[in-house]
């Protein structure tokens, strides 16, 4: 479902104005809303510190001038999406420009550590976001089951399942799962 480019502009000049409050996470837009997260717990941000040391070390030697890093607004303005990944692949050109967003011809990975309280938003809606955005490849971290998923392009249609401890192929990239931690 893509937003009206008008509908669009007006929700993320909204976004834009939105004052940062303390415990309050990401902002992104989909399906014709604001959303608002809370900030994740610990063992959340954990698995990202993990995975983004493990590809940093990767990119120099498979996309040179490419980076893992998390915070950044991924934005499909055609889509009417802005979302904001857990942990992103893409150059670090886009960090030093003016755009405020990195569009996502330029991102290569998506990882999203799902939350206890809306797995379906990263197992349902961000599978069919990042798909239609063309981002070649999307991993899902799941701490609540110690589980995980691949997907591959095109379409996310080839999906490779995956158990905390397992080494998993993610393109040219491999990640050691073996330190990531379940939720308590």
């Known amino acids: 479902m893509s937003t009206d480019p008008a509908v669009y502009a007006r929700l993320r000049e909204i976004a834009d104005q939105l004052p940062q409050i303390p415990g309050m996470g990401k902002i992104e837009i989909a399906d014709g809303e604001i959303v ?3 900030s994740p717990v610990k063992r959340h941000e954990f698995a990202i510190i993990r995975i983004a040391q493990q590809l940093n070390a990767q990119l120099p030697h498979t996309h040179p ?12 303005a055609g889509m009417g999406k802005l979302r904001n990944p857990d ?4 150059p670090e050109a886009p960090l030093t420009g003016e755009q405020s967003a990195v569009p996502p011809h330029e991102v290569l990975l998506v990882v999203e550590v ?13 599978v069919h976001d990042y ?4 981002i070649p490849f999307y ?11 691949v997907h591959d ?14 080494k998993v192929a993610v393109g040219p990239w491999t990640i050691d799962t073996s330190g990531l931690l379940t939720y308590a």
């Open 36 to 38: 608002v997260t809370t």
């Open 139 to 149: 991993l899902i971290i799941d701490p609540r089951t110690g589980t995980g998923v």
């Open 153 to 166: 392009e095109p379409g996310y249609t080839d999906r490779a399942k995956f158990v905390f401890g397992d």
């Open 131 to 134: 798909a239609a955005m063309g």
């Open 65 to 76: 001038g490419y980076i893992a890093h998390g915070g950044a607004d991924l934005e499909d």
């Open 87 to 90: 942990l992103m692949v893409f």
């Open 114 to 126: 799902v939350s206890k309280s809306n797995p379906e938003n990263d197992y349902r809606d961000k």
